[in-house]
């Protein structure tokens, strides 16, 4: 069983939240309500590149992240070419990997033209609109055995994502997007964020 388990700070969380920079996000990121179609457009991003690998690797790259994809701004990210695929591949300091890069730009289009389509904040109110009828009345779960890594909500809105154009956004995928922008409070029993929502 993975319950809320005690740092050395005499704080009790999720028992994945070891470690500094795993402890920091935890406390301040994840499960806490993230709106805005860059700050969801980098949330998107980030989980993408994060297939296959670990979530640390992802944090300590992220501040490389945000240089390279200059601050998620998805119009600007939608204006790379083939020379900035070129560069980004050629950066130590984020994951490089073509498939996830050219997916990156292409996610950012068409994050674009969703914009452009239905206003700003369309990314924003689409994932949102995803989030379970039932989190008013949210019991935090017992353990981790009790979080699925993918739910029907989640397959819904992977299907939505992908019709909008956008790649790397499978279930899974899109359910630790769900988890980390707080679509759902996965923050197990014990923990001091499932005590204070």
């Known amino acids: ?9 005499g704080r009790a969380r999720c028992a994945w939240a070891t470690g500094d920079l795993y402890s920091a996000y935890h406390d301040d990121e994840w499960g806490v ?27 300590r790259k992220r501040p490389a992240f945000r240089e390279a994809f200059v601050g998620f701004d998805p119009a ?13 591949l050629q950066d130590a300091g984020i994951v490089r990997n073509r498939k996830k890069i050219e997916a990156a730009i292409d996610n950012a289009r068409a994050v674009s033209a969703l914009a452009d389509r239905d206003g700003e904040g369309a990314l924003d109110r689409l994932i949102w609109s995803f989030q379970p009828a039932a989190a008013a009345e949210h019991v935090p779960p017992a353990d981790y055995t009790d979080i699925p890594a993918a739910t029907s909500a989640s397959k819904a809105l992977a299907k939505a994502l992908k019709r909008e154009g ?11 997007l769900m988890q980390s922008a707080g679509v759902v409070d996965d923050h197990v029993a014990g923990c001091w964020r499932a005590e204070h929502r």
């Open 76 to 88: 600007a990210v939608a204006a790379f070419g083939e020379d900035d695929v070129e560069r980004l």
């Open 1 to 9: 069983m993975m319950n809320a388990v005690t740092g050395p700070d």
């Open 33 to 59: 309500p993230l709106h805005g179609d860059r700050a969801l457009y980098e949330k998107l991003t980030l989980e993408g590149f994060q297939s296959g690998l670990s979530w640390i690797v992802i944090l």
């Open 166 to 176: 956008l790649r790397f956004v499978g279930p899974t995928t899109i359910y630790a």
